[in-house]
């Protein structure tokens, strides 16, 4: 299954959403705006494999 996430991205906080091609939401979350921080809680996402 495919999934696109979304930012939105503030000073404080960035709020991810993960929605599949069907549309619908498979997760959301918000985490501080720091790149550490970003990357782990993107880590956290369903079905997504990263090359960091």
Not at 22 to 43: C, F, N
């Amino acid at each position: 299954m495919d999934v696109y996430i979304g930012l939105d991205v503030s000073l404080a906080t960035t709020a991810i959403c993960a929605v599949s091609a069907q549309g619908r939401i498979v997760r959301d979350m918000t985490a501080a705006s720091e790149t550490q921080l970003l990357v782990a809680a993107l880590k956290q996402m369903p079905r997504v494999k990263w090359s960091l």
